[in-house]
């Protein structure tokens, strides 16, 4: 695991407080069909991807990973709060392809280099600070094969950076299209697709952006 920078570590913190024992995660679970119906703009994107050796960023209590699980080689569930683990391990206790970590909060270690088809992210990046954005988007690089894909949920929301993102519509972090597309190249991906997402009442709050490792 690489050593964390202050500023990054503090990112981590600051982001990832909230969400430990969060009743969000119980909440959510009446959502999922969002992202996952037949006329989803999540779900036509998603099945774009590759899914023989997958990892879920940000897993949570697992509610994503139970629909992707049976259509996986091998899934990968990553996520911070050992809580979200525990409640992982528990739910895919029958599902001897998924292998549950606990990762850092701002890159995909300990995965080996060039070793992904796919990254997935949904409902959590949104929250992310830029900077965290910025390290995953270069970390994808690395433990993608070339032609490997990324889809990352994230935030559209153009916010005031002395404002705490929990102040924020839907605590979105501060995050544009344009600027994750930069971070992206930047980084060393290709950008497939690119689209912004309506949250709630909420018009073009999010962005699903599909990525890809150049060959």
Not at 75 to 95: P, V
Not at 142 to 166: E, Q
Not at 177 to 186: G, K, S, V
Request: glycine letters at 6%.
């Amino acid at each position: 695991m690489t050593a964390k920078s202050p500023s990054l570590q503090s990112s981590v913190e600051l982001v990832g407080e909230a969400w430990k024992d969060s009743a969000y995660y119980d909440i959510a679970e009446g959502f999922t069909g969002y992202f996952w119906d037949a006329d989803s703009q999540f779900r036509s994107t998603f099945d774009r991807l590759d899914l023989t050796e997958a990892v879920e960023l940000a897993c949570g209590h697992g509610r994503h990973a139970a629909i992707v699980a049976p259509m996986a080689g091998r899934l990968t569930l990553m996520d911070i709060h050992e809580d979200n683990l525990a409640a992982c391990r528990t739910r895919m206790a029958q599902r001897p392809n998924v292998v549950v970590l606990r990762n850092n909060g701002y890159d995909f270690h300990p995965v080996e280099d060039a070793s992904l088809t796919a990254i997935y992210c949904y409902d959590s990046m949104v929250h992310f600070s830029p900077d965290l954005v910025e390290s995953y988007l270069r970390d994808a690089a690395r433990v993608l094969r070339p032609g490997g894909m990324g889809l990352f949920h994230h935030s559209n929301f153009d916010a005031d950076p002395a404002i705490h993102y929990g102040q924020n519509p839907h605590a979105r972090n501060r995050m544009t299209m344009a600027l994750f597309q930069d971070l992206a190249t930047r980084a060393g991906l290709e950008i497939v697709e690119s689209r912004t997402i309506d949250w709630g009442d909420a018009l073009q709050l999010d962005g699903l952006t599909l990525v890809r490792r150049r060959p």
